[in-house]
């Protein structure tokens, strides 16, 4: 007899995925989950012994009512009140294993769901800046929701439906084979041929068009967070209508996808309910005539028909099992591709711990490029002694932020060397050189908590008043005692109800509970205005001292009293010196000095006339 196993071809990366999940069904350090398992499988079989029985019991009590069937050996089955019993007992134990089989090994599939959805959420903070740079945030969470979805769905349908499904086709073959003769047996074997061959075929049909609307659903999900995302945008350009078109659009090419899912899945129900009942039909037809001819009782025709119907429903379970099975590899292929994604900045093996006892820095002939074409820093070199302060200025588009990445090593260089006290970055590990840095960068993202769960985010053993000192010196704890809720007030999706300067306050204080020996500020202040960005500079300045601070700048007043300053330009450093000893040269430093000294007397005087216009404004008339 053709089985389910023999016929029907596993999806091709069901062993692949089997052997991902395998270390989470029977964890080694869990020795109660490896219990659960094994009480599970003995509930399995068990159940499954107690449903074949119930078919038994179902003819024993149909025979137990025609008299003639009742001899001196069967006196016990003879009764039809105790067949009934009995059956009930198989009926009910049968589905109370299954039941216990459930509760059994939920707590085993739970921990490979959050398991493999922990190592998918640790990997993602393990790749580079480049990859998350070309990612959708939407479509990428949604990718990871589908996954973690069809992991669970996976472990469910394999343990607790297909290995149950196996074990009860087997059982219910045999005791066809036993009851009645081989006709049944070629009879009922084609009929599963026909009936997994069918499902295949029309599950394999239907993974192109289940691949087609999770596209659409990614689609359509990844323009409705970044709409959002964006809200402000959107209400500055009086865009509403364009963010709909374009969700309807998507959500379009989603309806299109979904409907022709479902109608396939109509299309599949109804070729293997024909299937079936051809087969089922054929069977009964064959028994009905024994019965009339004599060679079989009332009993054998019942009981046909009991195993039949219930053979459907496992035969049922293996068109389920595999049309689910291959939707869920279709669902976690994204997901499995995110594992596979290698980190573009590993650790050496042998990485040891940076040690930092002055901070200095130092960049020898560093060369760099995103794209191999594309040469973003050619040859740059500069040291930034320990405990003072060197900025770097340039047009937009030189490499002045490519700096502040490589220093993070967000990427490795290409060539050259970054080095903190004579350590070459590459040569340590990640975290203990992040752990020397502070970072006060000019877009500052907050977490949608509170004030003080930001802040704290510095250090995550920090105090109530560690959090509270912090505050108080980067000069944000006038603001926040004005708040209804004070530390404990909601910031917003990053950070939104926060003006710029408050968020700047905060990225300070954040920095400060960290104490890093290190400090490094990427166009901090280029955002704001000129009153604020006063207020904030004269934070960083405290912030910075004793410090060795590298300072990303775009607005050149901020950087005036800097120990020294780079200029770059076309991935060089083009000039360097003190502000003094830059503006006697005349070249690029001074141009750029004058071209925005320029701009910030014309925005002063234009202030000052609006000043003085509300005054006039304002003034009582005689």
């Known amino acids: 007899m053709t089985t389910p196993a023999a016929t029907a071809k596993p999806p091709s990366k069901f062993a692949t995925t089997m052997a991902v999940l395998k270390p989470y069904l029977w964890p080694k350090d869990r020795a109660d989950l490896r219990w659960y398992v094994v009480a599970a499988l003995f509930a399995l079989v068990l159940g499954k012994v107690f449903t074949v029985l119930m078919p038994y019991t179902y003819k024993w009590a149909t025979d137990a009512l025609d008299p003639k069937n009742v001899t001196v050996t069967n006196l016990l089955l003879a009764s039809p009140i105790l067949m009934v019993l009995a059956y009930s007992a198989a009926r009910l134990a049968a589905n109370a294993l299954n039941q216990v089989r459930d509760a059994l090994f939920a707590p085993v599939g739970q921990h490979a769901v959050r398991g493999l959805a922990n190592r998918t959420f640790i990997h993602l903070h393990q790749l580079s800046l480049r990859f998350h740079l070309q990612r959708r945030t939407g479509g990428l969470s949604r990718v990871i929701e589908r996954g973690s979805t069809g992991i669970e769905t996976i472990v469910r349908l394999t343990i607790l439906m297909g290995v149950p499904t196996i074990i009860e086709f087997f059982l219910t073959a045999a005791i066809i ?325 408050e968020k700047q306050r905060v990225a300070i204080a954040r920095t400060l509970l960290k104490s890093p020996p290190i400090l490094l500020l990427d166009e901090a202040t280029s955002a704001l205005d000129t009153h604020t960005e006063r207020e904030i500079q004269a934070s960083l300045d405290e912030v910075s001292a004793n410090r060795t601070t590298l300072v990303i700048a775009h607005r050149l007043s901020t950087v005036v009293g800097a120990d020294e300053i780079l200029v770059l330009k076309d991935g060089v450093v083009a000039e360097r010196g003190t502000h003094a000893q830059l503006m006697k040269i005349s070249g690029i430093y001074h141009s750029m000095w004058e071209r925005q000294k320029a701009a910030d007397q014309a925005r002063d005087q234009l202030a000052k006339a609006l000043e003085a216009e509300e005054k006039v404004e304002a003034a009582p008339a005689e």
Do not use: C
């Open 177 to 501: 084979g036993h009851e009645y003769n081989w006709m049944y047996v070629v009879i009922i074997a084609v009929t599963v041929w026909l009936y997994v061959w069918f499902s295949i075929v029309a599950s394999n049909w239907r993974i192109k068009i289940r691949k087609d609307m999770n596209d659409a659903d990614t689609d359509s999900m990844s323009k409705a967070v970044d709409s959002l995302l964006n809200y402000e945008t959107v209400k500055y350009f009086n865009n509403e209508g364009l963010e709909s078109t374009r969700y309807n659009g998507a959500t379009a090419k989603y309806e299109k996808a979904a409907i022709k899912t479902y109608t396939s899945l109509a299309w599949l129900n109804l070729g293997q309910a024909v299937i079936f009942t051809v087969g089922m039909g054929a069977v009964m037809w064959m028994s009905a005539r024994e019965v009339m001819a004599g060679g079989q009782t009332i009993g054998h025709f019942v009981m046909i028909n009991a195993l039949m119907a219930q053979l459907s429903i496992p035969l049922n379970f293996i068109g389920t099992l595999y049309r689910e099975i291959t939707t869920s590899l279709t669902d976690m292929d994204a997901m499995f591709k995110l594992l596979d994604e290698p980190a573009e900045v590993v650790d050496n093996p042998d990485a040891a711990d940076l040690v930092v006892s002055n901070g200095a820095i130092r960049f020898n002939d560093v060369v760099f490029s995103y794209d191999a074409d594309r040469p973003i820093l050619k040859g740059v070199s500069f040291e930034v002694p320990a405990g003072k302060t060197v900025a770097i200025v340039g047009p937009s588009g030189a490499g002045k932020s490519t700096i502040s990445r490589l220093l993070f090593r967000f990427y490795d260089v290409k060539g050259g060397s970054i080095e903190i006290d004579g350590q070459d970055i590459r040569a340590v590990n990640q975290t203990s050189l992040r752990k020397v840095i502070g970072m006060v960068p000019q877009d500052t993202v907050l977490f949608n908590d509170t004030i003080a769960y930001n802040i704290a985010y510095g250090r995550a053993n920090a105090t109530e008043a560690d959090v509270v000192d912090a505050a108080n010196k980067a000069q944000i704890s006038g603001f926040i005692a004005t708040l209804p809720q004070g530390f404990n007030t909601e910031v917003g999706e990053r950070g939104l109800k926060l003006s710029g300067g």
